[in-house]
């Protein structure tokens, strides 16, 4: 069994999600660098972390010319909640 990656550590200390947040693929990015940072990691390339981040379920919806982040979880019908994070 490998072991969690850092975007897979990151999404299970860090994400939270709850009923009618959002927030853009950029601001959790971000996060996630500051959490890197944190850990004194080198972070993932933004593109990298998208792949990453969506292996995980996750998917990126377009609304109101934000892009937001939606955990797999949170879309029982393909519609539904974005999310947040604890940092």
């Not at 850092?6 to 990015?29: M, P, W």
């Not at 292996?55 to 609304?63: I, T, Y």
């Amino acid at each position: 069994l490998l072991p969690d990656s850092d975007v897979q550590r990151f999404y299970r200390e860090e994400v939270l999600a709850t009923d009618g947040s959002s927030i853009t693929l950029n601001d959790l990015y971000n996060s996630y660098c500051n959490w890197s940072e944190d850990q004194e990691k080198e972070p993932l390339a933004m593109p990298t972390f998208s792949r990453e981040f969506r292996a995980l379920g996750v998917r990126k919806e377009k609304m109101g010319g934000r892009v937001l982040v939606i955990p797999a979880e949170r879309m029982p019908s393909g519609r539904g909640l974005a999310a947040t994070y604890r940092y």
